[in-house]
């Protein structure tokens, strides 16, 4: 092998380019600014190069040569950065455009179809009580919330709430307090649910908040249930009245009606005038049912107007017999609802404000909203009440009470009692009334189907056999 003196490497290195020295040494070079122009003036005259050559990335390494330019990987990838760094992409026409990162694991991110439309459906309330009554429970025996959670997902059975639960179990794994996981699925936790929770954690004591949150929609889930209970036994009379007459008219009264002509039989004026309206319904069947449809179609539209909502709210306040319930039910629903928010520690305003939501009748919306102006302003809840209010005077009397002796989280629980009871009294009587009335129709339909069919029919058989 042949040997390389001294000499002959210092005259190899100093026959090597600037910037080959500068390169193995790491110094820097100072460049005079006179060459330096002169420098960038020779490399602007330089053709630039061709399209197919791009820069390279991160992560690549560079080694030129005369001819070429070829890119090598690096044999160690660095880890991937959450920064939404710009990518060259090409795309089928052979133009570039800048795709991020995000954009790429968004596309691959996508659910199937299928998949969002098992996402479409509904949580039922009875499901969001049970839920919290169970996070309750483990979180009093020291479970933490990951687990609890986690756990109520494996035991659901309805696979909307379980796609919930598991974003939510995402958002704790990543950090996320309860409360700002839940407020993702505002349909499945309203506002009064996750600003309890809210609180609950900011005092440390979530695991009590949580017992008291399921109280409060036990007994929100128990006072709905009894008023829809008390109306489904009319429901059910009503729809059995209408099915019935429905049948009469389209499939009996037609064959009677054939009997009729048949036999040319005299018939009376009863008889006759259901036989009329019987063949305009046959004969008009269609558009009777376009007419219908469209009505009730009609009907919707208008009463998404918040006009026209707060003007059939009104309605229902101050019609007969049941004005009263519909009264008492919405006092009841304030007072329960703000005093759970307000026993929890929430400010005065804002428990208005998350019981405006959860209030459906667009009156007391309109009351809350007046309150929450003039509490803003500076005045007491007690002086915040319309002169012409449609809140009950008791309440509006109790509530002056128990902010002049300190004691309104006391009288707001009495009065959400007092108020239920009278709606259950309400409903309790409301369907003794209802009853009888039933049993009247019922009387009088079966009066007019004697009158006008089974009596002609008698008759008819009678004249035959004289």
Same mark, same amino acid.
């Given at each position: 092998m042949p040997t390389i003196s =001294?000499? %002959? @490497?210092? !005259?190899? /290195?100093?026959?090597?380019?600037? #910037?080959? +020295? =500068?390169? %193995? @040494?790491? !110094?820097? /070079?100072?460049?005079?600014?006179? #060459?330096? +122009?002169?420098?960038?003036?020779?490399?602007?005259?330089?053709?630039?190069?061709? #399209?197919?050559?791009?820069?390279?990335?991160?992560?690549?390494?560079?080694?030129?040569?005369? #001819?070429?330019?070829?890119?090598?990987?690096?044999?160690?990838?660095?880890?991937?950065?959450?920064?939404?760094?710009?990518?060259?992409?090409?795309?089928?026409?052979?133009?570039?455009?800048?795709?991020?990162k995000g954009e790429e694991k968004s596309s691959k991110r996508k659910k199937s179809l299928f998949q969002r439309l098992s996402a479409i459906g509904t949580v039922s309330s009875k499901e969001v009580v049970e839920f919290t009554r169970h996070l309750s429970v483990m979180l009093g025996a020291g479970v933490t919330i990951f687990e609890a959670i986690l756990f109520l997902k494996?035991?659901?059975?309805?696979?909307?709430?379980?796609?919930?639960?598991?974003?939510i179990v995402e958002s704790l794994n990543n950090g996320q307090s309860l409360s700002n996981a839940m407020r993702r699925f505002s349909k499945v936790f309203p506002p009064i649910y996750t600003n309890i929770i809210q609180v609950g954690e900011k005092s440390g004591t979530l695991a009590q908040t949580m017992i008291d949150l399921a109280d409060h929609l036990e007994d929100s889930e128990e006072f709905r249930r009894k008023v829809k209970g008390a109306l489904i036994y009319p429901k059910i009379i009503l729809?059995?009245?209408?099915?019935?007459?429905?049948?009469?008219?389209?499939?009996?009264?037609?064959?009677?009606?054939?009997?009729?002509?048949?036999?040319?039989?005299?018939?009376?004026?009863?008889?006759?005038?259901?036989?009329?309206?019987?063949?305009?319904?046959?004969?008009?069947?269609a558009m009777i049912f376009g007419g219908v449809f469209g009505l009730a179609a009609l009907i919707y539209m208008l009463f998404r107007n918040p006009k026209v909502q707060k003007w059939r709210d009104k309605v229902y306040i101050r019609f007969p017999l049941v004005g009263h319930i519909v009264l008492n039910y919405n006092t009841a629903q304030v007072s329960q609802h703000f005093g759970t928010l307000f026993a929890s520690g929430i400010t005065i305003v804002r428990c208005l404000e998350i019981t405006s939501t959860v209030v459906k009748n667009k009156i007391f919306q309109s009351e809350i909203g007046y309150m929450i102006e003039k509490i803003k302003r500076g005045a007491a809840l007690s002086q915040s009440f319309p002169e012409k209010s449609f809140f009950p005077p008791?309440?509006?009397?109790?509530?002056?009470?128990?902010?002049?002796?300190?004691?309104l989280p006391h009288v707001v629980e009495y009065m959400k009692k007092y108020y239920k009871g009278l709606v259950d009294n309400d409903v309790k009587n409301i369907t003794t009334i209802i009853e009888p009335v039933i049993m009247v129709l019922l009387g009088l339909m079966v009066a007019g189907l004697v009158i006008t069919v089974i009596g002609p029919i008698y008759q008819l058989i009678s004249n035959v056999g004289q």
């Open positions: =001294l000499k %002959e @490497t210092q !005259e190899v /290195q100093e026959a090597k380019s600037p #910037e080959t +020295a =500068l390169a %193995e @040494t790491g !110094e820097a /070079q100072v460049v005079p600014p006179a #060459e330096q +122009a002169a420098g960038n003036a020779a490399q602007a005259e330089q053709p630039s190069a061709p #399209e197919e050559i791009v820069a390279a990335e991160e992560g690549e390494t560079r080694i030129f040569s005369d #001819e070429k330019t070829e890119a090598a990987p690096q044999e160690q990838e660095e880890e991937e950065q959450p920064s939404m760094r710009a990518l060259p992409k090409v795309t089928a026409s052979g133009k570039r455009r800048v795709v991020k494996d035991q659901t059975r309805n696979k909307i709430f379980k796609d919930r639960l598991e974003s729809g059995v009245m209408l099915t019935f007459i429905f049948v009469l008219i389209l499939f009996v009264m037609p064959r009677i009606l054939t009997i009729f002509n048949s036999l040319g039989a005299d018939i009376p004026l009863a008889t006759r005038a259901m036989i009329s309206i019987t063949n305009f319904i046959n004969h008009h069947l008791m309440f509006v009397k109790l509530i002056r009470v128990g902010e002049r002796t300190g004691k």
